[in-house]
């Protein structure tokens, strides 16, 4: 079939670098000769029909912007058989003779079933802050994500060290510790509790007796929020220690933010990737990098990956602290 229009969405989680990807996308679209449509509010914009004609002056000035100019939004009606068909009815209707999908693995997911059950010609993009997908080593948003919260971890740590208080910091991260795990690495954090793996708390309360009597009066936790409540970690720790503990939430300011070098130039790259996969012809896959050379997987293979090196970055931080 020939390509003409491609439609474009963001979906699920928002992430700083999804405005590049955008401006990526249209522009280099553009100037192979396609017309770009732009989906609103991800899957349940697409169920709607929130369509929108993108253009050159659509996506200026947004490559230093955080989330994404075209919203996002988590869709449950994806999930389901009616769902998809109103999202293929959509396609249809607007002629969007391709698709690209921007987001993490529950975007693969539903790009994934419109692709192999009514055979919609579709790209995914790689837009997540976990960076826990298979086929790339990074996925746009996580580095940016990562130098959030260790920014707030940094001055949280100058108040720890001043007031002389044990700190847990939860950040985001449901089935995956990498965020988790890389800002207690380059914050020089005591201890990381994430999903990988059973946290010894026992553990963790007789280093704080132990290190409290040598002087060691503050310390930092950093919490994945899938594995534990930073307030619930807290008053536990209060309670078998007896050592003041505070407890601070990021939350979503992760997500946003000016995306950093790293996160534009990878968005930029894929972005033009996925154009060139539509150009040729080749759907149903997923765009990436591995070892910094662009690298193509099928999206049914493009899913949630384990945090692989978390028993090794463990031990490490452990030495260190």
């Given at each position: 079939m020939q390509v003409k229009q491609i439609g474009l969405l963001t979906a699920g989680g928002d992430g700083p670098g999804m405005n590049?990807?955008?401006?990526s996308v249209v522009r280099c679209a553009l100037a192979q000769g396609f017309k770009v449509k732009g989906v609103l509010r991800g899957y349940d914009g697409l169920i709607k029909g929130e369509v929108v004609n993108l253009d050159h002056r659509s996506v200026a000035n947004i490559i230093n912007r955080g989330g994404t100019i075209l919203k996002t939004a988590r869709s449950k009606e994806i999930r389901?058989?009616?769902?998809?068909?109103?999202?293929?009815?959509?396609?249809?209707?607007?002629?969007?003779d391709a698709l690209i999908a921007i987001g993490g693995d529950g975007t693969y997911r539903a790009a994934n079933e419109l692709f192999t059950r009514f055979h919609i010609p579709i790209v995914g993009l790689p837009g997540t802050i976990d960076n826990d997908l298979v086929g790339t080593d990074q996925t746009v948003s996580s580095n940016t994500a990562i130098n959030t919260a260790i920014e707030s971890i940094d001055k949280i740590r100058d108040t720890a060290h001043s007031m002389e208080r044990i700190f847990v910091i939860e950040v985001m991260g449901n089935k995956s510790g990498f965020i988790a795990m890389q800002v207690a690495l380059a914050s020089g954090a005591e201890d990381v509790i994430i999903p990988e793996q059973k946290f010894n708390y026992a553990k963790?309360?007789?280093d704080m007796v132990e290190g409290n009597k040598k002087g060691k009066l503050s310390w930092m936790v950093i919490a994945a929020e899938g594995a534990a409540k930073a307030q619930d970690v807290a008053k536990r720790i209060t309670q078998a220690t007896g050592l003041e503990t505070r407890y601070v939430?990021?939350?979503?300011?992760?997500?946003?933010?000016?995306?950093?070098?790293?996160?534009?130039?990878?968005?930029?790259?894929?972005?033009?990737?996925a154009v060139q996969l539509i150009?040729?012809?080749k759907f149903g896959k997923a765009v990436g990098v591995l070892q910094n050379k662009i690298h193509i997987i099928d999206l049914a293979k493009a899913r949630r990956r384990?945090?692989?090196?978390?028993?090794?970055?463990?031990?490490?931080?452990?030495i260190l602290t």
């Open positions: 590049a990807a955008i401006r389901t058989p009616a769902g998809l068909k109103k999202a293929v009815a959509t396609i249809r209707q607007h002629e969007l963790l309360y007789q939430v990021l939350g979503h300011v992760q997500r946003g933010g000016t995306p950093v070098a790293s996160d534009r130039i990878l968005a930029t790259r894929l972005g033009a990737e150009r040729k012809g384990e945090n692989l090196n978390y028993k090794e970055n463990y031990k490490l931080l452990k």
